[in-house]
Nanobody
Framework: VRVSESGGGSVQAGGSLRLSCAASGYRLGGTYCVAWIRQRPGKGPEGVGTISSGDILDYADSVKGRFSISKDSSKNILYLQMNDLKSEDTGMYYC?????????????????????RGQGTQVTVSS
């Protein structure tokens, strides 16, 4: 399983960015669990949101109403649309996949520990 993120960059507060995650060796359909995780400066990893079997979505409270996760099953790509960005959203954003979390129905934005994680893409929001 490999996942690779892209789309990060610098934006002013209130702006938008869309991150992409290309998955290989893992189908984004059927029984699956994929997640977005971030690590903000000086803090540990935290879950941002997940999408799992049945296309069930789960978001961290801090991003609800501003971020949305979607996928293109035909291309096996996951997206994170981030709107109304704030300076506290600055950090490294990672895509992750976890087949075992899918099977055990433990795919949640409350988690930050998933089996396979990409290299990350930097998001910087200036106020």
């Amino acid at each position: 399983v490999r996942v690779s993120e892209s789309g990060g960059g610098s934006v002013q507060a209130g702006g938008s960015l869309r991150l992409s995650c290309a998955a290989s060796g893992y189908r984004l359909g059927g029984t699956y669990c994929v997640a977005w995780i971030r690590q903000r400066p000086g803090k540990g990893p935290e879950g941002v949101g997940t999408i799992s079997s049945g296309d069930i979505l789960d978001y961290a409270d801090s991003v609800k109403g501003r971020f949305s996760i979607s996928k293109d099953s035909s291309k096996n790509i996951l997206y994170l649309q981030m709107n109304d960005l704030k300076s506290e959203d600055t950090g490294m954003y990672y895509c992750a996949a976890d087949p075992w979390a899918a099977i055990s129905e433990n795919c949640s934005a409350k988690r930050a520990d998933f089996a396979y994680r990409g290299q990350g893409t930097q998001v910087t929001v200036s106020s």
